[in-house]
């Protein structure tokens, strides 16, 4: 019998956090694939639980690799995606949203690790959105003062999620194999409720682009597991030095997440007062609202 052992938390920790174990009923929400865990991380034979949207699913894998996942007796569709397991907890008419540059060969496909945050999905989604932040949390890598303002972008909404383009922020450390400064380009894409991705210009290859993505795992409404996925054009850093920079960041993140009240994110457009450099956040509430969403945010019109 492979073991069995809790990979995450106690539940009763999440409890303490302010996070609701109810079951997720949110027909949008259950309807969305899911990453539950990076497969280095799954040592076959290996069975242990994780949570997913207020529910205990269990993750198995065999001898021989084959991963399956069930929720109590009922089994799950499992598909391996991008170096992780995914599943859903509904009837998903779609499959996994694309990344396509996971598939070019000379790309480091990296999970850069799989971080557990007292926060809501929503809430970590726009995190990675802001730029504004830079200077400020990230300071010295990712922005450094004066240098703070963040310039006119585009922001367009369709049904394959939220796009912003045409984002450029000056960053003193851009990647991992950055040797100065440089004016980062980006692109942001939200192809999922509670995951998102960039493009980011490449310190060595200016007609290709990085690709990062923050794959969200809801853990219940307030309780999240972010797993970092890392699609580099680098061939200098180690395995080892790339995750070390992404969990430097993500770290940095981590705290602010902590602290910002209240943990679900707000869908009302007045709820939060938006400034310039928030159009992409504005946009991604709206687009949360426009699906009907209700997990791990407050509704419009809520008084939750
Ligand atoms: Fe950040």
Known sequence: MPDRS?????????RHDGGSMERCTDPVALAQWYPLAALDEIAAPTCHDTLLLGATVTVERTTAGVCSVADGSRPLPARTRYGYLWTSLG????????????????????NAGSITVA??????????????????????????????EVLDYDVTTGADGVLATRCRFYQPQAAAM?????ISEYVYRVPHPYCVMLY?????????????ALLNQPLTEETVRAHNLLCLLDDVSTDAELRRFQQLIFGQDKTILENQWPRRLPLAPDAEMPVRADHSSVAYRRWL???GVTYAVIPAGSTA
């Open 289 to 291: 609202s426009a699906l």
């Open 200 to 212: 980011k210009s490449n310190p060595t290859d200016p007609a290709r682009m990085d690709v990062i």
């Open 119 to 148: 926060t809501s999905a929503p809430r970590a989604v726009e995190n990675f959105l802001d730029m504004g932040h830079f200077p400020y949390v990230h300071t010295g890598i990712l922005g450094a003062e004066p240098r703070t």
């Open 178 to 182: 950055a040797t100065g400064g440089q």
């Open 91 to 110: 009837d998903p008419d779609h499959e996994v949203f694309e990344i396509p540059e996971c598939d070019e060969p000379d790309r480091r496909v990296v």
């Open 6 to 14: 809790p990979s995450l938390p106690a539940a009763g920790k999440m």
